[in-house]
């Protein structure tokens, strides 16, 4: 671990732009002519745009402030001339987290600066169009677009949250993102399509990608950047562990599984449809039985647990997504599955979701013949009252959640659902 290299938090960073130091005659040529040596020998080397660290203060209260200078690339030739200002560059990167744990890491592809290198996946930072300002948004759309092009994979920069910012050699300083985890699985699948759809004869910048889960596999892997051991060490000790009254996740036999019925398609949760729920947690009319919309500070921990996780299934009609269902441990009785469902209003009105919950009960059923499977809705639904006894289930209790009474309607263990009876839904 370099001892060179220290962390900040990130997440009141503040950015001031200002005026990069004056360079004297001789110093720009020298410069100049170290560049031209330098892209002699790199022909993939270009002098593109980029964000200098100026300064980087810290002030009583950790609240850091950045200020830097837009320059060009080739600026880093000044760290060879003894008597010149030493830029220090400004990047971000993404701490990609798979489900079950772990980080992702990637080699550096040959053609590149530091060829054989690991890293996060991430990127040099270049100056906003004018008129915009260099703030975390701005650093949140970079970062998210440095993923999709190192890695394949797609995420929403609003579910990214600066993490951790650190300054290390040359005073390079990096702002590091965390990212909601998926499964390695996937993760890998983006990254192989990204490397058969690059055009022939173009290299990727990360040809090769791994997962980590402490500074101490590192040495394994050869070469690494200065900030990862330490990055991942504060890494590791801040994993998150189980919460106090979390429900427990429902491990069926066989995940991920896909499932399909005449006009719906579905299949385990993604990035991708982040947006779907945001809009099922913050819609009243959905959230009327529920407790009302989900409180805004938890769902960036409700997004960051959903990719992936098993027994929640997106459910797709035409390919769109429409709403979800999902499949838990019941927190109220050992050895129960709770069944749930969500759909966008604009679902409703022709069983579709009946008949998603039907195939996902009849998953249930041939997986575990002898599981109880229970479902909890308010008194006051009698749509999903409706839905339920259609299906099969039988009310066996009431209890009070969300300051409202719930009845409790369970499918009693080797009781099959019911087939849904042909015509519209009652």
């Known amino acids: 671990m370099s001892p060179a290299v220290e962390l900040f938090d990130a997440q009141h960073l503040e950015l001031v732009e200002t005026a990069a130091p004056v360079l004297s005659a001789e110093e720009r040529a020298t410069m100049d002519r170290i560049w031209a040596r330098d892209t002699a020998g790199n022909p993939a080397l270009f002098d593109g745009p980029a964000v200098a660290c100026v300064a980087l203060q810290v002030g009583a209260s950790g609240r850091p402030v950045l200020s830097w200078a837009p320059v060009t690339y080739r600026y880093r030739a000044l760290r060879l001339i003894p008597s010149a200002w030493k830029p220090s560059s400004v990047f971000v990167t993404v701490l990609q987290r798979v489900t079950g744990g772990g980080l992702v890491v990637g080699r550096e592809a040959g053609w590149t600066a530091h060829p054989g290198r690991w890293q996060l996946p991430g990127g040099s930072v270049e100056p906003p169009p004018a008129g915009q300002p260099l703030d975390l948004a701005f650093l949140r759309r970079h970062a998210a677009r440095e993923l999709a092009e190192e890695v394949g994979l797609r995420t929403d920069p609003d579910d990214l949250q600066a993490w951790a910012m650190s300054q290390g050699e040359h005073g390079n300083i990096g ?15 983006h990254h192989q399509e990204l490397l058969t759809t690059l055009a022939a004869g173009a290299e990727p910048e990360l040809e090769q990608i791994e997962v980590v889960t402490s500074a101490g596999q590192l040495p394994a892997l050869g070469l690494v950047v200065d900030y990862l051991p330490p990055l ?12 106090t009254g979390e429900t427990p996740q429902w491990r069926p036999a066989r995940w991920p599984a896909a499932l399909a019925t005449d006009r719906l398609r579905l299949r385990p949760v993604e990035v991708g449809d982040h947006p779907l729920l945001r809009t099922l947690w913050s819609d009243p009319a959905v959230r009327r039985y529920l407790g009302g919309p989900v409180d805004p500070d938890q769902v960036g921990q409700r997004l960051a647990d959903a990719p992936g996780r098993p027994g929640h299934f997106t459910v797709t009609l035409d390919g769109a997504p429409i709403g979800r269902v999902t499949v838990d441990q019941d927190h109220r009785a050992a050895g129960r599955a709770e069944v749930s469902y969500e759909f966008l209003p604009s679902a409703g009105g022709c069983g579709l979701a009946a008949e998603a919950v039907a195939e996902v009960l009849r998953w249930v059923r041939a997986a575990e013949p002898e599981r109880e499977i229970v479902a909890v809705t308010q ?13 099969g289930l039988s009310v066996t209790g009431h209890l009070v959640e969300y300051g409202a009474e719930q009845v409790e309607y369970v499918l009693a263990p080797g009781v099959p659902s019911r087939e849904l009876p042909a015509g519209p839904p009652s």
Do not use: G
């Open 379 to 391: 008194a006051a639904n009698d749509r999903s009252r409706r839905l339920l006894e259609r299906l």
């Open 232 to 243: 991942l060490a504060r890494w590791s000790a801040a994993r998150p562990q189980a919460r």
């Open 175 to 189: 702002i590091h993102f965390a990212a909601p985890p998926v499964p390695e699985a996937l993760l890998r699948r």
